[in-house]
T-cell receptor, first 117, second 113 residues
């Protein structure tokens, strides 16, 4: 069974500093993908970044990067140079099962990030 | 590009009343569609997904049902709402991009009183 764990209910960071949001996962699938989403107070889910299990390099997307440690089954999100607009709920998600039409994402409980001025 | 429309955006319903939330998708055909629920301060729980017209898979036993009468229409229903049905309901579509992320609608906030 797919499982995603986000152990930080809330995080605080000063504006312009970097912050790491933790995510660990468990899957028996040899091929999988990991996603991070941002959910502002408006409720919309915004896709941020994706990491495939066979990708050789850690994913990066602007100020977002993913610290992927496959052996430890962790996929932490790093936000550099935090901005006030980064204050939101952040969700890690695991895709599975691989192949076939039954594609779905399993989400963690999320981390509420607050950026202080 | 894909667009997902959900309505109503906000709904307040008494216990025991029926429910119908609608989701329509534009910009793609034969998509996988999903209904997720987010309880207050919690993560997203997958309720139903559909790989085609009339094909519904339920992930958790519950008071809700889903239907897919058309390729790009996904409906979430209940005959009698419970207090525990309150939450934020999100419809999603499997993106056709290389990363294959889920693309979400704006959500429907349901309060059952």
């Amino acid at each position: 069974a797919q499982k995603i764990t986000q152990t930080q209910p809330g995080m605080f960071v000063q504006e312009k500093e970097a912050v790491t949001l933790d995510c660990t996962y468990d899957t028996s699938d040899p091929s999988y993908g990991l996603f991070w989403y941002k959910q502002p107070s408006s409720g919309e889910m915004i896709f941020l970044i994706y990491q495939g299990s066979y990708d050789q390099q850690n994913a990066t997307e602007g100020r977002y990067s993913l610290n992927f440690q496959k052996a430890r089954k962790s996929a932490n999100l790093v936000i550099s140079a935090s901005q006030l607009g980064d204050s939101a709920m952040y969700f890690c998600a695991l895709e599975g099962p691989s192949g076939g039409s039954n594609y779905k994402l399993t989400f963690g409980k999320g981390t509420l990030l607050t950026v202080n001025p | 590009s894909q667009t997902i429309h959900q309505w109503p955006a906000t709904l307040v319903q008494p216990v025991g009343s029926p429910l119908s939330l609608e989701c329509t998708v534009e910009g793609t055909s034969n998509p996988n569609l999903y209904w997720y629920r987010q309880a207050a301060g919690r993560g997203l729980q997958l309720l139903f997904y559909s790989v085609g017209i009339g094909q519904i898979s339920s992930e958790v036993p519950q008071n809700l049902s889903a239907s897919r009468p058309q390729d790009r229409q996904f409906i979430l229903s209940s005959k009698k709402l419970l207090l525990s049905d309150s939450g934020f309901y999100l419809c999603a579509c499997h993106s056709r991009t290389n990363t294959g992320e889920l693309f979400f609608g704006e959500g429907s906030r349901l309060t059952v009183l």
